[in-house]
């Protein structure tokens, strides 16, 4: 492109821009048609020419009262692009060279934490939050929230706490309230993995008390108790999941049974709590569980009763997969290695399928994760039940 085709269009954005903003000025709205066509000017530029682009509007375009909408917003696309190192130019530029009021300095600081958070620069996009917080209102709530998003980042849980304590009032004081409540077990579980079991019991009531109905404290506590050796207790905090959340009690199944084995305590009652689970979540998780203990018991024939019973009511292919594995060890011949096909057939319908997917963002995975990796959500993942999975 031509240096004079640049100059028009930067001009053409330049004018439009100071149009926008004067329509704003006298109570017009403008993100309309033209405001679309003057973000499309823009984009055209950047595709076109973007180093030139940006190092035009940065040398030749002064700051001021009417270009300040074209600079911010020339910024704002920057960062929607990814093209970070540029953003932030053209914020320092802003305010270097502006004459600005206070809180249109805020602001434009705000904007470049936003787009060092984005770079990956937590320790600078740090230092400038600390000093928004101190505003008022609007910039202090928006900068705490970064804030925490930047504590979440570096895992600094007790950092996250001070923060989210701030945030934790009127409408989203349950929402904060429930993140802390992570916090707290994350605490926790990192006592117990440097075998400090009192600190770890500290943590997790403080995170009982943040949100007693959160089922994470429910899997922390269990596994504080059960390596402690008590294993009545490590029983009773899992089986509170079910009250807590039934979706979740799959997650529990593998200390729960270690509890029962090392406690040397009575199946009969497991069997009847982990039916009573069942009726209140169909999971196969619950059932493959259930079966192992009938299997035990009673034998292959009222395991394979059992299953095919479950099946009927909400079919599965783990649950499938585990009824032909039962079948393959009494079959032979023929019948056997059609078994065998048959089973391999099923394992494949699955191989690649998630096991949990977040509620809020749509993010899937075969691990479970508290916190989603996607929309940073709490408790938003959760099991997935049907055909090809719980
Ligand atoms: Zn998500």
């Not at 009127?170 to 916090?183: F, I, L, V």
């Not at 585990?322 to 019948?335: E, P």
Request: hydrophobic share 40%; glycine share 6%; charged share 30%.
């Amino acid at each position: 492109m031509d240096n004079w085709l640049l100059y028009i269009l930067t001009v053409a954005a330049i004018a439009i821009g100071w149009w926008l903003g004067r329509r704003e000025r006298f109570g017009g709205k403008p993100a309309d048609i033209a405001g679309a066509n003057y973000y499309d000017g823009l984009n055209y530029l950047l595709k076109e020419q973007p180093d030139r682009a940006v190092a035009t509007f940065v040398r030749d375009l002064e700051v001021n009262q009417e270009t300040l909408e074209t600079h911010l917003a020339l910024g704002g696309l920057l960062r929607r692009r990814g093209e970070l190192e540029k953003a932030v130019i053209v914020h320092q530029n802003i305010l270097e060279k502006a004459r600005l009021t206070p809180e249109v300095i805020l602001d434009v600081r705000l904007e470049l934490a936003r787009d060092y958070l984005l770079a990956g620069l937590l320790d600078r996009a740090e230092s400038v939050l600390v000093e928004l917080i101190q505003a008022e209102g609007r910039i202090q709530r928006e900068s705490l929230r970064l804030l925490l998003e930047i504590f979440e980042r570096e895992k600094d849980w007790r950092k996250a706490i001070e923060v989210a304590e701030r945030l934790a009032v009127g409408k989203e004081s349950e929402k904060y309230d429930h993140a802390m409540s992570h916090y707290f077990c994350e605490i926790a579980i990192d006592h117990l993995k440097h075998s400090q079991p009192e600190l770890a019991r500290e943590a997790l009531s403080e995170a009982i008390g943040r949100d007693a109905n959160n089922p994470r404290t429910s899997l922390v506590l269990g596994e504080i108790e059960l390596s402690a050796g008590r294993y009545q207790d490590a029983v009773r905090a899992l089986q509170r999941i079910v009250e807590q959340n039934p979706i979740y009690v799959p997650e529990s199944l593998k200390l729960l049974v270690r509890a029962y084995e090392l406690g040397d305590l009575s199946q009969e009652e497991m069997r009847s709590y982990l039916l009573d689970c069942l009726r209140q979540t169909p999971s196969i998780s619950i059932v493959l569980m259930l079966a192992r203990s009938i299997r035990d018991q009673e034998g292959d024939e009222a395991v394979s009763r059992f299953i095919a019973h479950h099946l009927k009511q909400n079919p599965t292919i783990r649950g499938l997969t585990q009824l032909i594995d039962l079948h393959i060890d009494n079959a032979h011949g023929v019948a056997r290695e059609n078994l065998s096909i048959l089973r391999s057939f099923a394992e494949a319908l699955v191989a690649d399928k998630p096991a949990y997917r977040c509620r809020s963002c749509g993010f899937d995975g075969k691990k479970m994760h508290w916190h989603c990796p996607s929309c940073k959500g709490w408790s938003t993942i959760e099991p997935i039940f049907g055909l090809e999975g719980e």
